[in-house]
């Protein structure tokens, strides 16, 4: 029996392959991970292999794909918008370590930071050099949640793990939208660029998913817009 996050994710990428205007660049749901039925079993495991204790924050939206791979792109004009989610199961994130081009090669704040990072969800179709990762705090609560980007380095995001899902499921993993939830940063190269493409891209949602309510997303747009314009 599915869980709620693998229902709600089914039927967006269902909603998203019902537009003719958009093609499906690949759809692979992984296998499932049928013994860990629960959060509370992926977790165990996830401790059984760590160091510690968990966040509790981490059973939020839990499903069961060991890993998902969904891309999509619109067909003319708007062929320069497209998307990806490219989720991994949250006990694999936990366990396993960063592929040796995933981990910064300097001894900075920054290379350390990011080889602390759990990589939950990646873009390997885009080939866009993105991920977003989990980085485990003493906190019982909740995890910092960070998105790394080839053109910035890591950029930390104010968001949840368990809000970071919904907000795929918005977005439709449109590319960059973790932008919108980073602190309004006229110096953060990836952020300032993207700013164009994500006012387009959300353009494009609210035009084939009248029903969404994205208001508060294109609020978040202005303001790093408005921060990006100051500098200029």
Excluded: C
Aim: charged share 30%; proline share 6%; hydrophobic share 35%.
């Amino acid at each position: 029996m599915e869980t709620d996050y693998e229902r709600r994710l089914r039927e967006m990428i269902e909603q998203v392959q019902a537009q003719e205007s958009i093609r499906t660049e690949r759809y692979e749901p992984g296998p499932i991970a049928t013994y860990m039925e629960r959060p509370e079993d992926a977790l165990k495991i996830a401790r059984i292999v760590g160091d510690g204790p968990l966040p509790t924050g981490l059973t939020s939206n839990f499903h069961r794909h060991s890993m998902l791979s969904f891309a999509w792109r619109s067909l003319e004009p708007f062929e320069a918008i497209a998307g990806e989610i490219h989720l991994i199961h949250i006990a694999e994130a936990l366990v396993r370590r960063p592929r040796e081009e995933q981990v910064a090669k300097t001894d900075s704040e920054a290379g350390r930071l990011v080889a602390e990072l759990k990589i939950f969800e990646t873009h390997p179709v885009g080939g866009t050099g993105t991920y977003s990762a989990l980085r485990l705090t003493a906190s019982q609560n909740s995890p910092e949640v960070w998105y790394f980007d080839l053109r910035q380095g890591p950029t930390r995001l104010h968001i949840s793990y368990g809000d970071y899902l919904d907000a795929t499921l918005r977005t439709k993993g449109l590319y960059d939208w973790q932008y919108l939830y980073a602190e309004p940063d006229p110096s953060n190269y990836g952020m300032r660029v993207s700013v164009p493409y994500l006012r387009d891209g959300l353009g494009l949602l609210a035009q084939k998913f009248p029903d969404d309510d994205l208001s508060d997303l294109r609020t978040r747009l202005e303001e790093r817009a408005a921060a990006v314009d100051e500098e200029l």
